[in-house]
C-alpha cells in the first residue's frame, strides 16, 4: 500500500513526499487505517519495522485536521529510554514539517536547569505531543506541570522494554490520571503474559496487527564460538589480537559483565568505551558522541541503554552471551550490514545457552557457522540443542553430566519403552487373563 491510498491528511504526505516515503511498512499498512477510524491498537513489531511512524502519522495527521483543544496535551508517548525518546522525537520534527499549529516536547531525565524549564513550561502550555520517559513524566506530575485531563491518545512505544526496566508501576500511575475516553496504542516486539495482561487494563476492544519478525539481513555473515564460560574472554582478546578490528559493538546482558570485558580489552590496548545503566546521562552522551565521532573503535554496551544506537558503519556486532529471545539477536545484530554493507556477527555460546542458540538457529531455519577455538584455550564443550536439563546435555565423560533419578512412577527409559520389569510384569498379567478365559 502506499501512503497516498491512505486517508493521511495533504500536509502529512507532502512531508512523506519529501522524504521520498512511498511505501507503506507491513506495520504501517496494519496500522494506520485502524489508529484513523479510532481504534485502540495493540502493535507487534520489531525494532526497525517503520512502527514510529506506524503511529505518529495517523496521529499527527488527526491533530492537523482540527477539533482538539489548543491549550491542551493532546498525546502522550511514552519510551523506555531517552535515546528512544530522541528518535521519536526527531521523526516527529520531519513528519511535521508542514504542520504549523502542531507542537511537541521531548521529557527525559539527565538533563537539569535551562533543559527542565524548557520542557516545565512547554508542558503547562500544553504541548500537542509529549514524548516522555516514565520516570521524568511522573516528576513533572508531582511538580504540578502536567494536566493529562484531556489527553485524547496514550502511546505505549516498546512496552516489553518498559516493563523489564521496571516502569510498571509507573505506566499505571499515569494512566490512572488519562481520561477514559482515550485512544490508546502499544507496541511491543514481543507479547509475554504481562503485556497481555497490561493491555487488557488500558486498552478498550484493541485491533492487534502483528507482524512477523524479519530475518537478518543476507549481508552478515553470522559465526559462533561454542565455548564454556571461562573461555569468553580469551575468545574476546584473540578476535582483537593485533588490534585490526574497528567499529565494533559488543553486546552483553549485564552491566558487569560491560566492565570486565571493558577493562579486558583495554589492557590489551583497544580503544574502548562502555555503556551500561551505572553511567549517568551525560556520561552517556559523551559515549556514544566519541563513539558515533569514531574517536572510539569499539563500544560494550548493554541492551537496554543500547537501543538508541543507530549508527550505518558498523563492521561486527558481538554477542558476549546468547540474547534472551530471537528477537533481540535480530535487533542487536541489525546493527551492522546496514545501508548495503556488510557486516559480520559473532556470537559467544556456553553450554549452558546451547539450547537458546539452537532455539535462535531454528527460528532463523539455517545453521550458524561454527568456528574453532583458539588453540591456547583448550578443548570445547560439544554443540548441541538439546534444553539443559535434559541428563545428556553437557555431558563431558565420566564422572559429569549425573542421570537424574527416574520420577516416581516412571521409568529412566522414558519414551524408549517400558523398562524390563514392568514388561514381565504385563505378561504375566496377560497369561493369568489368557487362563481365566480358557477356564
Given at each position: 500500500m502506499k501512503f497516498e491510498e491512505t486517508y493521511l491528511n495533504d500536509n502529512i504526505l507532502d512531508a512523506l513526499y519529501d522524504m521520498h516515503f512511498d511505501d507503506c511498512t507491513p506495520i504501517q499498512e496494519g496500522c494506520i487505517p485502524q489508529i484513523l477510524d479510532y481504534h485502540d491498537v495493540i502493535g507487534i513489531?520489531?525494532?526497525?519495522?517503520?512502527?514510529t511512524a506506524a503511529y505518529l502519522l495517523p496521529i499527527l495527521s488527526m491533530l492537523d485536521d482540527g477539533g482538539y483543544p489548543k491549550d491542551a496535551i493532546n498525546c502522550i508517548i511514552m519510551s523506555p529510554t531517552r535515546e528512544l525518546a530522541q528518535q521519536i522525537d526527531q521523526a516527529m520534527q520531519g513528519f511535521g514539517y508542514y504542520l504549523d499549529g502542531i507542537s511537541s516536547v521531548a521529557v527525559y531525565g539527565g538533563n537539569d536547569g535551562p533543559r527542565y524549564d524548557q520542557e516545565m513550561k512547554s508542558l503547562r502550555m500544553g504541548a500537542d505531543v509529549v514524548i516522555a520517559t516514565p520516570g521524568r513524566l511522573l516528576s513533572h506530575i508531582r511538580m504540578g506541570n502536567v494536566d493529562l485531563s484531556r489527553v485524547s491518545f496514550f502511546v505505549l512505544d516498546e512496552a516489553d522494554r518498559?516493563?523489564?526496566?521496571?516502569?510498571?508501576?509507573d505506566i499505571m500511575q499515569i494512566v490512572k490520571l488519562l481520561p477514559s475516553d482515550r485512544q490508546t496504542i502499544l507496541f511491543s516486539a514481543t507479547m509475554p503474559e504481562k503485556i497481555q495482561s497490561l493491555a487488557k487494563s488500558i486498552l478498550k476492544d484493541p485491533v492487534e496487527v502483528k507482524i512477523a519478525v524479519s530475518k537478518p539481513a543476507e549481508k552478515i555473515h553470522q559465526m559462533a564460538y561454542i565455548c564454556y564460560e571461562?573461555?569468553?574472554?580469551?575468545i574476546i582478546r584473540h578476535l582483537f589480537k593485533g588490534n585490526k578490528l574497528k567499529r565494533v559493538i559488543c553486546f552483553s546482558g549485564k552491566?558487569?559483565?560491560?566492565?570486565?570485558?571493558?577493562r579486558q580489552l583495554k589492557?590489551?590496548?583497544?580503544?574502548?568505551?562502555a555503556m551500561h545503566s551505572d553511567l549517568s546521562q551525560q556520561e552517556r552522551d559523551e559515549v556514544m558522541l566519541k563513539f558515533k565521532a569514531c574517536q572510539c573503535d569499539v563500544l560494550v554496551a548493554t541492551d537496554i541503554v543500547a537501543r538508541g544506537i543507530d549508527i550505518?558503519?558498523?563492521?561486527?556486532?558481538i554477542n558476549y552471551d546468547v540474547p534472551h529471545d530471537c528477537e533481540d539477536y535480530v535487533h542487536r545484530i541489525g546493527r551492522t550490514a546496514r545501508a548495503d554493507r556488510e557486516g559480520e556477527a559473532v556470537t559467544l555460546v556456553s553450554d549452558k545457552d546451547m539450547y537458546a542458540f539452537g532455539q535462535i538457529e531454528d527460528f532463523l531455519e539455517k545453521d550458524i557457522e561454527k568456528i574453532p577455538l583458539p588453540g591456547d584455550l583448550?578443548?570445547?564443550?560439544?554443540?548441541?540443542?538439546?534444553r539443559p536439563n535434559s541428563p545428556r546435555h553437557g555431558k563431558r565423560g565420566k564422572g559429569h553430566g549425573r542421570r537424574r533419578s527416574p520420577a516416581k512412577g516412571k521409568t529412566s527409559a522414558g519414551k524408549r519403552g517400558k523398562s524390563r520389569s514392568a514388561k514381565t510384569s504385563d505378561k504375566k498379567k496377560d497369561n493369568a487373563s489368557r487362563e481365566k478365559i480358557k477356564e
Amino acid at each position: 500500500m502506499k501512503f497516498e491510498e491512505t486517508y493521511l491528511n495533504d500536509n502529512i504526505l507532502d512531508a512523506l513526499y519529501d522524504m521520498h516515503f512511498d511505501d507503506c511498512t507491513p506495520i504501517q499498512e496494519g496500522c494506520i487505517p485502524q489508529i484513523l477510524d479510532y481504534h485502540d491498537v495493540i502493535g507487534i513489531a520489531q525494532t526497525g519495522t517503520g512502527k514510529t511512524a506506524a503511529y505518529l502519522l495517523p496521529i499527527l495527521s488527526m491533530l492537523d485536521d482540527g477539533g482538539y483543544p489548543k491549550d491542551a496535551i493532546n498525546c502522550i508517548i511514552m519510551s523506555p529510554t531517552r535515546e528512544l525518546a530522541q528518535q521519536i522525537d526527531q521523526a516527529m520534527q520531519g513528519f511535521g514539517y508542514y504542520l504549523d499549529g502542531i507542537s511537541s516536547v521531548a521529557v527525559y531525565g539527565g538533563n537539569d536547569g535551562p533543559r527542565y524549564d524548557q520542557e516545565m513550561k512547554s508542558l503547562r502550555m500544553g504541548a500537542d505531543v509529549v514524548i516522555a520517559t516514565p520516570g521524568r513524566l511522573l516528576s513533572h506530575i508531582r511538580m504540578g506541570n502536567v494536566d493529562l485531563s484531556r489527553v485524547s491518545f496514550f502511546v505505549l512505544d516498546e512496552a516489553d522494554r518498559m516493563l523489564d526496566m521496571g516502569f510498571s508501576d509507573d505506566i499505571m500511575q499515569i494512566v490512572k490520571l488519562l481520561p477514559s475516553d482515550r485512544q490508546t496504542i502499544l507496541f511491543s516486539a514481543t507479547m509475554p503474559e504481562k503485556i497481555q495482561s497490561l493491555a487488557k487494563s488500558i486498552l478498550k476492544d484493541p485491533v492487534e496487527v502483528k507482524i512477523a519478525v524479519s530475518k537478518p539481513a543476507e549481508k552478515i555473515h553470522q559465526m559462533a564460538y561454542i565455548c564454556y564460560e571461562p573461555q569468553k574472554l580469551g575468545i574476546i582478546r584473540h578476535l582483537f589480537k593485533g588490534n585490526k578490528l574497528k567499529r565494533v559493538i559488543c553486546f552483553s546482558g549485564k552491566k558487569d559483565k560491560v566492565k570486565e570485558i571493558t577493562r579486558q580489552l583495554k589492557q590489551i590496548g583497544v580503544n574502548c568505551c562502555a555503556m551500561h545503566s551505572d553511567l549517568s546521562q551525560q556520561e552517556r552522551d559523551e559515549v556514544m558522541l566519541k563513539f558515533k565521532a569514531c574517536q572510539c573503535d569499539v563500544l560494550v554496551a548493554t541492551d537496554i541503554v543500547a537501543r538508541g544506537i543507530d549508527i550505518d558503519d558498523i563492521q561486527m556486532v558481538i554477542n558476549y552471551d546468547v540474547p534472551h529471545d530471537c528477537e533481540d539477536y535480530v535487533h542487536r545484530i541489525g546493527r551492522t550490514a546496514r545501508a548495503d554493507r556488510e557486516g559480520e556477527a559473532v556470537t559467544l555460546v556456553s553450554d549452558k545457552d546451547m539450547y537458546a542458540f539452537g532455539q535462535i538457529e531454528d527460528f532463523l531455519e539455517k545453521d550458524i557457522e561454527k568456528i574453532p577455538l583458539p588453540g591456547d584455550l583448550g578443548d570445547a564443550p560439544k554443540y548441541s540443542k538439546q534444553r539443559p536439563n535434559s541428563p545428556r546435555h553437557g555431558k563431558r565423560g565420566k564422572g559429569h553430566g549425573r542421570r537424574r533419578s527416574p520420577a516416581k512412577g516412571k521409568t529412566s527409559a522414558g519414551k524408549r519403552g517400558k523398562s524390563r520389569s514392568a514388561k514381565t510384569s504385563d505378561k504375566k498379567k496377560d497369561n493369568a487373563s489368557r487362563e481365566k478365559i480358557k477356564e
